[in-house]
């Protein structure tokens, strides 16, 4: 089966690096994404890794390593829109497997 | 704006009558997606159509239903509502570029929170 395991609950201080990670079982796998959902929004996607190592976006860093089945979202200059959660996702064939988000708390 | 719209924004139904969320795209996208959330739970998807091409997940109670008449429209039907149904059901979009990209970035509509009294 598959299964992601992701901590439930990340607090810091506005202008903080905060780092939540994601690991995974997949039968199969293509790719790792992630997504930002506030308190009753939708999901929104922030990226993407298909492939070992770090990606960039602006304030945001995503990063795969397939042989540890490991990723991390690494958020910098934290602001206090960036509470939400944030769920790392699995692309095995077939499938778009959520985890079970986490929780971030920002504070001044 | 393109954007993937979802109506209404809340429903309230009763026990066991049959109750259609509706969801729309102008963005083109080829794959439309209904997901099924709870309270502080992730996402779960239900089913997909890639074009007119359904795909049921195998855990997709026979309860749910869904209908496709054109690209841009999709439609959950849900035929008997129960307690444990009730959640936020979120429509999403994506345009792979390939198969392996086919659960690549999506779009999200707003979602529809269901009440079953």
């Known amino acids: 089966g598959q299964s992601l395991e992701q901590p439930s609950e990340v607090t810091a201080v506005e202008g903080a690096i905060v780092q939540i990670n994601c690991t995974y079982q997949t039968s199969g796998f293509y790719g790792l994404s992630w997504y930002q959902q506030h308190d009753g929004g939708a999901p929104t996607f922030l990226s993407y890794?298909?492939?070992?190592g770090l990606e960039e976006t602006g304030r945001f860093s995503s990063f795969l390593s397939r042989s540890d089945s490991y990723g991390y979202l690494l958020l910098q200059e934290l602001q206090m829109k960036d509470s939400a959660s944030y769920f790392c996702?699995?692309?095995?064939?077939?499938?778009?497997?959520f985890g079970t988000g986490t929780r971030l708390q920002v504070f001044p | 704006d393109a954007m993937v719209i979802q109506n209404p924004r809340y429903q309230v139904t009763q026990f066991g009558k049959p109750v259609t969320l509706s969801c729309s795209q102008t963005l083109n996208h080829n794959v439309m997606y209904w997901y099924q959330q709870k309270s502080s739970q992730a996402p779960k998807l239900l089913f997909h159509y890639y074009d007119k091409d359904f795909n049921n997940e195998a855990d997709t109670p026979d309860n749910f239903q869904s209908r496709r008449p054109n690209t841009s429209f999709c439609f959950l039907d849900i035929r008997s509502p129960g307690l444990g149904d009730a959640a936020m059901y979120l429509c999403a979009t994506s345009r792979p570029t390939s198969w392996v990209d086919l659960y690549n970035e999506q779009f999200f509509g707003p979602g529809t929170r269901l009440t079953v009294l």
């Open positions: 890794n298909a492939l070992d």
């Open positions: 996702a699995v692309i095995p064939p077939g499938k778009l497997i």
